[in-house]
């Protein structure tokens, strides 16, 4: 039990209040200006002790930017290269210009809940490439997906720290005014003959095989660029997805699919002779799409103002601008249409539930309600369910 006595300064008699830290390491606080609140001070340190909420002032002085850096090395160790580099991205330009020199111990809800505005609004300071900062008269405003993965750091660290026993609850996490991811962008599906033409506007061999490629087996861009020739089983018409290359700061780095999964994936017939010529010559460890050296082939740029032979081709199909990844989609649809399960979509996709491809493809299922009520209906007249309203 701690102690409570009175000392003299000059200007007046203040309070000391002597206790124990949960690791038996004496300490104290001074300058109560009533014996009341020194006590009420130390009754609330025995309560914190027993509860194990007890945060010691020296444990939460340290900084945010001082745990960033360990949590920062956890996750480099534990994420793919592509994922790290977003939210290591998120920590200089956005985190840490705000809380880097801030103790865990002083970050209070409202801050964090400013902040979020701040970003969202275009009024927080933040740093570019080469560390300079961005003065907030010169800031714009910040999508719900870059505030909420800044949000997401700040909440990691934050996280080490009640771990640690620094702070008592996270104040990052459950925050009011977080902003909602919404998409304005409605979703393309293109059709069998989109597909075919959109393909044969591109201008080499390898281009149209890619567009058929993506739009028939649903793989991502760095899925598909990845692809060896030992990955693809001609007999079988499959392919192994058990890497990708994904482009982050201008470099290709190799890794595990997405969720870390792999999957083997069905591809049509039409694209068994395609994809055989793309192999002809090649050792087992080359790549099938690969540039005129041999190397992977680049994302093509398909954003407003930039050009591209996949925009290109897109042009001269007379096909409204998609990217790569809508293609994904494309794939998912014709998988539908043809008859294939939620199950199947799953498994050739790679998402890690059918709940998830659920979610994300609900309106292509749709159809598959009244589907449903249909085949009900036939198994009911077989049954001369009818005849149930027709006794007296």
Request: aromatic residues 6%.
């Amino acid at each position: 039990m701690g102690s409570v006595t009175p000392y003299d300064t000059a200007a007046g008699r203040r309070w000391r209040v002597r206790y124990r830290t949960p690791e038996h390491v004496q300490t104290d606080k001074r300058g109560f200006t009533t014996k009341r609140d020194a006590e009420l001070y130390l009754a609330n340190v025995e309560i914190s002790k027993a509860s194990g909420s007890f945060v010691s002032a020296a444990a939460a002085r340290v900084t945010v930017g001082e745990l960033a850096a360990e949590w920062l090395a956890n996750k480099q160790q534990s994420m793919k290269p592509s994922s790290y580099h977003s939210i290591a991205v998120s920590w200089r330009v956005y985190v840490g210009p705000r809380w880097a020199t801030t103790p865990v111990g002083a970050i209070r809800a409202s801050a964090v809940e400013q902040w979020i505005r701040q970003l969202g609004q275009g009024t927080a300071v933040t740093h570019k490439s080469g560390g300079k900062t961005v003065p907030a008269a010169q800031a714009r405003p910040r999508s719900a997906t870059v505030v909420l993965r800044a949000l997401g750091v700040l909440a990691g660290v934050l996280d080490m720290a009640l771990k640690d026993g620094r702070v008592p609850k996270n104040v990052a996490r459950r925050t009011e005014g977080a902003p909602r991811k919404v998409s304005n962008k409605p979703r393309r599906y293109l059709s069998h003959a989109e597909v075919a033409r959109f393909a044969a506007a591109a201008a080499t061999p390898t281009q149209r095989t890619m567009i058929v490629l993506l739009a028939y087996c649903g793989l991502r861009w760095g899925e598909a660029v990845g692809l060896q020739v030992r990955d693809l089983n001609m007999l079988r018409r499959r392919l192994q997805i058990s890497r990708t290359a994904t482009e982050v700061d201008g470099k290709i780095l190799v890794g595990a699919p997405k969720s870390w999964e792999k999957r083997a994936v069905p591809f049509p017939a039409v694209l068994a002779e395609p994809l055989a010529h793309l192999c002809e010559g090649k050792a087992p460890d080359d790549l099938v799409f690969a540039d005129r050296f041999g190397q992977f082939l680049r994302r093509p740029k398909t954003s407003a103002g930039t050009s591209s032979w996949f925009l290109d081709a897109l042009v001269a199909s007379d096909i409204e601008r998609l990217t790569p990844h809508d293609l994904r989609h494309t794939a998912a649809s014709l998988a539908v249409s043809s008859g294939a399960n939620v199950k199947a979509v799953q498994r050739m996709l790679g998402h890690k539930s059918a709940a998830m491809t659920l979610d994300t493809y609900a309106d292509l299922f749709e159809d598959d309600l009244d589907e449903v009520a249909e085949r009900l209906d036939e198994g009911a007249r077989r049954a001369n369910l009818a005849d149930v309203w027709a006794r007296n």
